[in-house]
């Protein structure tokens, strides 16, 4: 009977050695390191028994390293939980191919040259050089002509090379002859042909002729438009005493209108021409005689309007405005 818990004994201990012996050791990222078996596993992590038969809690697959993650893959049933977590190895880096740098012949620089060797060593240089030479030539004739010398004896000398330059500034650093002026063009002489006088142009302003095109337009009167010179008097004609009549039917008021028909009602002092004639707007609101216009915007004019009181400011819109007369004060 002992012999068969000797024998019961030795068995137990066997199997624990076992057990100990099959365990497994899973190395974790922080360093520390877990053994026992696994027994329970899901998408969260596993659940270890360790050696003393205490169960540990449950360990996320993301602290496992990554040679344990390889070993544990290789079961099935782990497989889909451990894959997301393997990290794939690093592909090797790819060599770069060389390039080859050949040699190639390279282009030698000129030997050091004075300047005047350069010029007459290549096409453009003696293209070059004639241009300075025959310029020089003619600016020789031109000093000649301004400071009264000889042609021959100036171009002459300005055609020596390098000799040339030195004496067209020296002819012309110097005074002309005595008794003689600096040459000229020859003008044309008056008899060849007539000489037409152009006769003066002067601008004048009628405040009372309509502009052409409109409906109701006529012909300037003889004060106004382009005049010459020698046929206006000495001040300007008198403004017509005929009355002008705009209705609202032919003509747009707006501030264009005023503008270009009335520009001589703007001014706070109006010419002597124009102090003989009045404004006579026609509007909803009544009859207002104006004798200034004191400013005008895109919807309305304001006018200085003779009342009772004197004169004050009246705005009148151009929606309401039904007629228009230019007229004399005692018309």
């Not at 099959?22 to 028994?49: C, E, H, K, W």
């Not at 004639?130 to 171009?155: D, H, M, Q, W």
């Not at 200085?304 to 405005?321: K, L, Y």
Request: hydrophobic share 40%; net charge neutral; with cysteine.
């Amino acid at each position: 009977m002992a012999r068969l818990q000797v024998i019961f004994t030795a068995f137990c201990c066997c199997v624990a050695l076992a057990r100990a012996a099959r365990a497994d050791t899973f190395t974790l990222n922080n360093g520390t390191s877990v053994s026992g078996d696994i027994i329970s596993f899901d998408q969260n992590g596993v659940i270890i028994r360790q050696a003393d038969g205490s169960y540990s809690e449950r360990t996320p697959w993301g602290d496992f390293s990554q040679p344990d993650l390889r070993e544990l893959v290789k079961n099935p049933k782990m497989q889909e939980f451990v894959e997301p977590f393997i990290e794939p190895p690093l592909r090797p880096r790819a060599k770069p191919t060389p390039i080859p740098v050949q040699s190639w012949p390279q282009l030698q620089r000129p030997q050091a040259g004075s300047l005047l060797g350069a010029l007459f060593s290549s096409g453009v240089g003696l293209v070059a050089v004639l241009l300075i030479y025959v310029a020089n030539i003619f600016a020789g004739t031109e000093i000649a002509i301004f400071r009264s010398r000889p042609k021959g004896l100036v171009a002459g000398l300005a055609a020596i090379p390098i000799v040339g330059f030195v004496a067209n500034i020296a002819f012309l650093a110097m005074a002309p002859p005595p008794g003689s002026e600096p040459a000229t063009r020859k003008a044309p002489d008056e008899g060849d042909a007539p000489v037409l006088e152009m006769p003066r142009v002067e601008l004048v302003d009628n405040p009372l002729a309509p502009t052409p095109g409109e409906a109701g337009a006529e012909a300037p009167a003889a004060a106004g438009g382009l005049k010459l010179a020698h046929e206006s008097p000495s001040h300007s004609a008198p403004a017509t005493a005929e009355v002008q009549v705009f209705q609202a039917g032919a003509f747009t008021f707006n501030r264009r209108f005023f503008e270009t028909k009335f520009p001589g009602f703007f001014g706070v002092v109006r010419r002597e021409s124009e102090k003989h004639v009045v404004l006579e707007i026609k509007s909803r609101k009544g009859l207002h005689v104006a004798q200034r216009i004191s400013r005008i915007s895109s919807n309305d004019v304001h006018i200085d309007a003779q009342t009772g009181h004197g004169v004050e400011e009246v705005s009148i819109p151009f929606s309401e405005i039904q007629e228009i007369k230019l007229k004399p004060k005692d018309a």
